[in-house]
């Protein structure tokens, strides 16, 4: 009988003889192993590559995890909760090789569990032949072969693996047209170094797009980017503030001796009163005046000007290059793939890692209307992330604040037209009504101390939206309609 060592080695060199890439991803999403066929294709060293963590995102990490985090496997895979059900399953697994290409392979997945039914990790074999792909097209895969998520999570690999990573930037992510022209206007930005006006409503990532942009521009330069807030600025702030940052830091003397030259980040610049963006021409015109300027606004400068709301000469000094950013509710098809980039933004930090939304999750995040944008989004997906137990977040992992602003949106939708004010409180009284009942588990009397009322008045209030139901025209049935055992006195 063969030793256990001996078999080992034989299993090793059968993988290292074979062209197919075979890896082993433990519960830590470490790679435990790896064959010499994964390492060159992976274009990473065999000593290197095994023990490399490999994470579910598409954010731009150190050099040998943005080599081998296409490697790894969906996160339901290695975490498993009932290991007894766990079935052999195939992914499509990327290699980022040299100058960003990507190298496309189908792979099997096979759950490993030990005889008390742990789940110690997975093993993946991937064909030797990789997959004919377009780079702009992750539609060019067989449908059949990914879930939502992982068609999200390839889409966000090819936007990783284009010429510039500032394309990671979650305000650019996206398929939209609108997403193709907001990059297309960020690179000219970028190529062009002119004075930038960055245009886009309240939470749509203005500032994040500026530092972005700015660090793309000044790439081992030197050059600061120097924040106000005209939002708070009077007339003596703006002053006093330009000079203390031009004073401290011998911007002058700089520019002139070393060639570099610093940047205004002006904040909220269409806030400004007319007297301080007067004080704030008068820099402009000075003929030595040593900074340059990137600024945010909520509206066009050149419209408030025609306006003759904003002083035309700011206006249009400002708005040199303009990048134009909309309301999240204008580019609802890059939501599924913004969401999916928000969710693995943060997969390195997190103890358990997450591969995306259920399909009604994603249905609500596309029709709500995100009246605070990206950063409702962003806020929204990190409550959940925190609360769900599993690899995907559920419905019921979202916010009781994204909940009820989705509820009132729809209630809001529905009488457009005409709103009858009774039946719009009515409404509102039988959803709070039904929450209490589901936390209660249905026990009245703990629904009744939820609500803040007595148990006479709930079983009242239930015999009138009973009543109520049977009045109203037939609806189809959902999980919030009232179920008529609640009327019974189990209680």
Known sequence: MAKPNSSLKFLARLFDRTLSPVYVVNSDYVIAYANESCARWVGVELGSLVSA???YTSQDLNEIQNRVQGLCPPPETLEQLDCVDATPRSFVALAIQDNDQKSWRSAMICPLIDADLNHLGVLVVCQPQELPNDPDDTQAFDPGRFDDAEKLHAALANIRTQADRIYCLESLVGTSPFAHRLRRQVTTSIETNADLLIVGPQGSGKEHLSRTIHSARNQNRGSE???VHCSIADQELIQQNIKDIVGSRSAISRAGAAGEQDWLLLLDVDRLGEAAQ??????FQLPDFPLRTIA???????????????????????STFTVELVALSKRRSDIPVLAQALIERDNFRRDRQLSGFSNRVMQQFIEFDWPENIDQLNRTIQIAARTT?????????????????????QIGTAVESEIVLDRYLREIEKELVVRALKQAKGNKTKAARLLGISRPKLLRRLQFFLADSFEAEPMESSDDDLDPSAFEELD
Do not use: W
């Open 225 to 227: 980017l120097l924040p």
């Open 278 to 283: 007067n004080e704030l021409l008068g820099f």
């Open 389 to 409: 137990s599993g690899t995907k977040i559920d419905e019921s992992d979202l916010p009781d604040e994204f909940h009820q602003a989705l509820r009132a949106m």
């Open 296 to 318: 945010t606004s909520s509206v066009s400068l050149i419209e408030l000007a025609e306006q003759h709301q904003y002083s035309t000469d700011l206006a249009h000094h400002l």
């Open 53 to 55: 963590t490999c994470v």
